[in-house]
C-alpha cells in the first residue's frame, strides 16, 4: 500500500522499517460496490483508510429516506468519530460507492499503534484537526449559499466527484432531491 506511505508521508517522517511496522496494525480489505462496513445501530467499530476508491456515510431520516453527510475518496479517512471514540453504536451506516480498497483499524489496535509508533499522534491529530476544519466550512456554506450556489461551489471545488459519484448521492449529501439537482444543472447549461 504505497499510497498510504506517500499519504503519511505528507505529515510525518517514518523509515521504511518503521513504516512496515506501522502497515501491520492494519488490516487491508477489498469492498465491492454497495457492500456496507457499517451499519446503524452497530457499534463503530472501525476507521476506514481509503487507497482506492469511493466510501460514504449516511443516515436514513424519519421519512424513510438516505441523506448521506461525508464521503471519502482515495487518501480520506471516514467512521462515525463519535461513536468510534465511546465504542457505542452509530447513528450512521458507512458503504462502498464504488468498488474500493481500503485499510481498517479498530480502536483497540489503533491504541496499541500509538504506544508503538507515537509519532501516529501527530499524524492522526492533523488528520482531526483538517476534517474538523473541513466540516465547520461545510457548515457555514450550508447557511450562507443558495442551494444553487452550493452546488456551484461543490462541483467548482470537487469536480471529479460531479464525474465519479451518481448524482442521486451528490443531491443527498447537498440536501436536494435528484429532481431538484437536475433543475439546478439544467438551470446552469441554459
Not at 176 to 190: H, M, N
Amino acid at each position: 500500500m504505497d499510497t498510504f506511505k506517500a499519504h503519511l508521508d505528507k505529515f510525518i517522517t517514518v523509515s521504511e522499517e518503521e513504516y512496515a511496522s506501522i502497515f501491520s496494525f492494519f488490516e487491508v480489505m477489498d469492498v465491492r460496490k454497495k457492500q456496507n462496513l457499517m451499519n446503524q445501530g452497530e457499534i463503530c467499530g472501525s476507521m476506514y483508510f481509503v487507497s482506492k476508491g469511493c466510501l460514504r456515510k449516511f443516515f436514513i431520516n424519519q421519512k424513510g429516506v438516505e441523506q448521506t453527510t461525508e464521503f471519502a475518496i482515495e487518501n480520506w479517512w471516514i467512521t462515525d468519530t463519535f461513536a468510534y471514540e465511546r465504542q457505542i453504536p452509530s447513528d450512521f451506516n458507512i458503504q462502498a460507492v464504488e468498488h474500493s480498497s481500503i485499510l481498517v483499524i479498530d480502536l483497540q489496535t489503533q491504541e496499541l499503534l500509538l504506544q508503538k509508533h507515537p509519532v501516529m499522534e501527530r499524524y492522526f491529530r492533523m488528520i482531526y484537526q483538517r476534517a474538523y476544519a473541513a466540516s465547520e466550512k461545510r457548515i457555514r456554506y450550508l447557511y450562507e449559499m443558495t442551494r444553487e450556489e452550493l452546488y456551484v461551489h461543490f462541483s467548482t471545488l470537487y469536480p471529479w466527484f460531479i464525474q465519479r459519484i451518481p448524482q442521486y448521492l451528490i443531491a443527498s449529501f447537498l440536501g436536494f432531491t435528484p429532481e431538484y439537482l437536475s433543475e439546478i444543472r439544467a438551470k446552469l447549461r441554459s
